[in-house]
């Protein structure tokens, strides 16, 4: 009988766990710069760590977004522009529960799991009918719909219409005000979690017909393949990754703006794959790091004019970057490998001739 792996029987790379180590003991090795002692960095002191702390919550939340988009569009092929929806309904839907329901967190939870299967269900009924940039469109159509309804002063007393909704009640025992750290390490557990069950997915039966969907969906059709469920497969898992990003930002921010709910923010998912790597998954995490603190470290130094330098720098790393990061490392490293060996066996050959001599 064939020996099959259990789900999560995935072995860790090295730089996946160095990259967790480093994020682990950031908030304490920042504090120990700044004069703080680890004791005062764990009973969430204020100073330079509690802020660095914010920031990767930030990008760890932008990596979760983009880990989304990056499966539906770099390991499937599906070209969506209303993906900002996802993420959307999530932080909405959040704040709404929490705000003026008084619903638990885990009561939330359940409620953003059944909201981002039915938001997957609606774009999946799409799917026998378009492909493509026309997939693309109706994707856009979808979500425009959303954002309006966001914006609409019909619902302004839940959303807070172009406002954005605010006084969100978080509870204590997360609060980024008084226990940043705690919801620190939460946020980074779940980025783990969900980038562990990332790699199980694309690298299973499933994974693999999603990926030959992408590169030939005739050709998958033709080996017996029904691509609908898998592509709807691929939808439900970023819809609820999306969604579950959404939640944290909503219980981050102490605002939730109506753009992430436009055009411009499914770009940015878009932007940070492009920059990482399209269909890497290490990518969107590196280009989540990278969008970050790019955009932070400019409007901190430059102000309003950082908007046209980020054009500028990610125009740059497109045309000198096309595969990402990630991808142009594996690319690099493989000729420098190549490389290695051609220089090891001219070495080897010379000294057998030598030897025969």
Known sequence: MANHKPFFALKPDRGMLIALLVFILLPFVIGL?????????????????????????????????ALSYDLIFGFTGLLSFGHSMFFAVGAYLTGILLKNFGFSLAATFG??????????????????????????????????????????????????????????????????????????????????VVFMLYKRFVNSTTGRVCTAIRENEGRALMLGYNTFYFKLAALMLSSLTAALAGMMHSIYQPI??????????????????????????????????????????????????????????YVLIVLFLPFGIVGTWRMKSLQINQGWKRLLGMFTNSQDKSDGA
């Not at 005062?40 to 204020?46: E, K, T, Y």
């Not at 059944?114 to 009918?129: D, E, H, K, N, W």
């Not at 994707?139 to 914006?151: D, E, P, Q, W």
């Open 111 to 192: 409620m953003i799991f059944v909201a981002s299967i039915l938001q997957a269900l609606l774009f999946g009924m799409v799917l026998p009918r378009v492909k493509g940039i026309t997939f693309a469109l109706v994707t856009l159509g979808m979500a425009s719909v959303f954002h309006v309804l966001v914006l609409s002063t019909e619902l302004g007393k839940f959303t807070g219409s172009d406002v954005g909704l605010q006084g969100v009640v978080v509870p204590d025992f997360i609060s980024p005000a008084t226990e940043r750290l705690r919801l620190y390490f939460i946020t980074l557990t779940i980025l783990v």
């Open 256 to 313: 939730v703006s109506p753009n992430v709910a436009g055009l411009g923010f499914t770009v940015t998912a878009l932007l940070i794959i492009l920059i990482g790597g399209v269909g890497t998954l290490n990518g969107a995490i590196i280009g989540a790091v990278a969008y970050r603190l790019l955009d932070y470290g400019l409007r901190r130094y430059i102000g309003e004019s950082a908007s046209f330098i980020n054009g500028a720098v």
């Open 33 to 65: 710069f700044d004069g703080a002692s680890p004791a005062q960095v764990w009973m969430n002191g204020s100073g330079q760590s509690k802020f660095i702390q914010g920031l990767a919550i930030e990008i760890f939340i932008l990596a979760l977004y």
